[in-house]
């Protein structure tokens, strides 16, 4: 490890690289001992038979025979200790409008929920699809949900009627639980018109929901369309019981499904990725408690969207096994101004952020003034997810927002995988960092890189992550279709024949002399230019080296020289106008810091990437425009002004 490379921890950490790599060693030679020993820091109703049943790969089953139910261990073991009267929750609602919730009153509220989903007749395994916004109901319903046993299947409330229709209809849900409507942008958004259209659209599928449960956001008194016999008002519900009920957690196995999560797959229709009760538990429990270190007094603010996997396990499950503080916020992050992020953390003296590249590169876009201008002191972990950060906009997170002092977490995992898989583990040993490397897998993970032919890649050799052996975290399955999860995740590299199974994530990587793992984007976005492999990641990075940039989309055209050539869709900081001089400069930029092969044949500039809700970009996109091939499934698409902008940009290039 060098100088150049910056290591923001110097020599003195890497002690910590030996430590960690005993541990692992350690847990991955005894993969079933460890994960016994981890799991009982949990409480069961009754201990399993087996930790990991491998006699069907890859359908792994974890802690077989043991039951259990997740929200005795988020909220009813508080309630004799300290925690029951912390903070759980602060909530803040997008016009400013606030909420806190403690513990105790969590676990009441979760006991009322879930006695006014039984009284509608929600049986264990029943499927609720769960339609709401960033409001405190929303992770109330589904730990009442999962307290009574119910499968709960969360719908981001960005989504249309007919991504609502589509997943109501895959996962057969009786119930579909809602809210009025919320703040987004300064507008009232009317939640319930879209569930209603959604609700008719799955009928229309043959699927009949049955009952929708309407939640009030607090304050908004939206007027809304009710149908007789089929919608109720929560509040009216709750109101019939007692406000001290409580309901006993149904008995969970280990291996039934405590969600779905519906997520996109690169064509047709959504995965709806299954999570298990007993291990998803055990394995969320201990991946926080590695990557985040928490601690007593810590305020945790996991800013994303409860719709998403990053939702479900860092605002609901994982920290509430903590016992940690939360802040949960319901609108945009830079509304009404670039600040509210960083007025919300001084406000709320939150100790970890946790958050994504596209936020980060929009903070720094807007200037640095606006970071600024808070009282940051109180953080001491700044987290990332969700896409490759690129070095430049790492080491921004680092100075501007972190002071340079600060560990930068950034995790590397998938919905399928629970919680995060690769990541800095200051839980552990905090190893040094290198900017733009999620550093080392977890204990228990058994990550690598692997080549085309399923060797494991030599450093420096670009090749994809695989990971070969099973973690409690793992999905279950897709709902419904089991072959779909064999050719999806086991297909590329495993060997049945000889009782080999590799996960494949589908995920570029590379492993470096000192075994860091980069992530270097999703293996369907990748660039062959004159017989070089260069990933779409790479490309963006160089181009963000140049300080005009925003942010930037690579995808690879056909060329009839070199098989493919670079185009590059580009964003520009506050105080930069396009011009033909830039787009020279940019080019520069990427011959300099990463290789004239890799020189984009055009930059185009626009004022919006085309990404999904949860702000990952979406270069198929791009790629479909530019080649004039058909724009496929738009359903995640958040804005599709993108989309024209550059088309109209393309046109005129052409
Ligand atoms: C948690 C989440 C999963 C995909 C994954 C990868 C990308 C996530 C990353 C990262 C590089 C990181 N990804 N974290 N790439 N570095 N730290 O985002 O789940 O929405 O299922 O997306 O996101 O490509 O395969 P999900």
Redesign the pocket.
Known sequence: MTEEQGLPFGEKYIPAIKQLMEIRRESLDNLEKFWDEKARALIWFKYWDKVLDDSNPPFYRWFVGGVTNITVNALDRWMNTEVKSKVAYYWEGEPGDTRVISYYELWREVNRFAQVLKNLGVKPDDRVVIYMPMIPELPIAMLAAARIGAIHSVVFSGFSPKALADRIVDAKAKVLITADGYYRRGKVINLKKNADEGVKLAEEQGVKVEKVLVVKRSGLNLDVNMVEGRDYWYDELAKEVPHNVYVPPEPRKSDDVLFILY?SGTTGKPKGIMHSVGGYMVWVYWSFKWTWDPRPDDVMWTAADIG???GHTYIVYAPLMHGMTNVMYEGAPDYPQPDRVWEIIEKYRVTILYTSPTAIRLFRKYGDEWVKKHDLSSLRLLG??????NPDVWKWYYEVVGGGKLPIV???????TGAAMIAPAPGIALVPLKPGS?TYPLPGVDADVFNDKGEPAKPGEKGYLVIKKPWPGMLMGLWGDPQRYIRTYWQRFSQPDKGIWIYY???YAVKDEDGYIW?L??ADEVLNVAGHRLGTTEIEDAILTHPAVAEAAVVGIPDPIKGEVPLAVVVLREGYKPSKELEEEIKQSVRKALSPIAVPSRVLFVNKLPKTR?G?IMRRLVKAVATGAPLGDVSTLEDEASVEEIKKAWEEFK
Do not use: H
């Open positions: 997520s998403w996997i990053t990332t997810v969700g896409e490759p950060i950034d995790t590397w995992w998938q919905t399928e999620a994530p589908a995920d992530m984007g999703r949860s990952k």
